[in-house]
């Protein structure tokens, strides 16, 4: 059974660092054509996807939010992290990470969310 | 970044309607699109692949089409379930990936 869970702090303040984690089960990172990807939704708006990690390290970036992001992955603990600096009220959001097992897939398994709050 | 831009941004429908939602690309990006359903505080779930693959489980009245720049969701009988936000997304394979803006099926 493939499943994604993300962790990470519920309160961080403005202009702080937040880094976030996804620990994932039932596949690996190695498999050649795999990717995860993180994807946020701001409450009442739409879905935004910010990065993803490809199976070779292959590395890709939102380019409204590339200078601020960072994207990594330790394949040996199944897991993604996302790093974000210089957080705002406006990155208040929650936030995914996905699955795409080959180039020709959609995002087929999404872990549940977590909800990040920037304020002071 | 490629824009997808997605309408109607709201649609008011009965249950048995078939309804259609759109979604332009601003350049061509073959059938690399994905569509997907989220219903309130769930993640989305993905429905449609390659612009017109159905994923395994989802219902038959879920069809994707359209290549280059135009494509389209049919629900060709929408079920009470089928009351949910639906993003368009396109995965083209070296550049960042986007999504619609969103369409709001809500009951009329």
């Known amino acids: 059974q493939v499943t994604l869970k993300e962790s990470g702090p519920a309160l961080v303040k403005p202009t702080q660092t937040l880094t976030l984690t996804c620990t994932f089960s039932?596949?690996?990172?190695?498999?050649?054509?795999?990717?995860v990807s993180w994807i946020r939704q701001p409450p009442g708006k739409a879905l935004e996807w910010l990065a993803r990690?490809?199976?070779?390290?292959?590395?890709f970036y939102s380019t409204s939010l590339k200078t601020r992001l960072s994207i990594s992955k330790d394949t040996s603990k199944n897991q993604v992290a996302l790093t974000l600096t210089n957080v705002d009220p406006a990155d208040t959001a929650t936030y995914y990470c996905?699955?795409?097992?080959?180039?020709?897939?959609?995002?087929?398994?999404w872990g549940q969310g977590t909800t990040v709050t920037v304020s002071s | 970044d490629i824009q997808m831009t997605q309408s109607p941004s709201t649609l008011s429908a009965s249950v048995g309607d078939r309804v259609t939602i759109t979604c332009r690309a601003s350049?061509?990006?073959?059938?690399?699109v994905a569509w997907y359903q989220q219903r309130p505080g769930i993640a989305p779930q993905l429905l449609i692949y390659?612009?017109?693959s159905l994923k395994s489980g989802v219902p038959s009245r879920f069809s994707g089409s359209g290549s280059g720049t135009e494509f389209t969701l049919t629900i060709s009988s929408l079920q009470p379930d089928d009351f949910a936000t639906y993003y368009c997304?396109?995965?083209?394979?070296?550049?960042?990936?986007?999504f619609g803006q969103g369409t709001k099926v809500e009951i009329k």
């Open positions: 390659g612009a017109s």
């Open positions: 996905a699955r795409k097992p080959s180039a020709q897939d959609g995002m087929d398994v």
């Open positions: 039932g596949f690996s990172l190695s498999t050649i054509g795999m990717r």
């Open positions: 997304q396109q995965y083209l394979t070296d550049s960042p990936w986007t």
């Open positions: 350049q061509s990006i073959s059938t690399w």
């Open positions: 990690i490809d199976w070779d390290d292959d590395k």
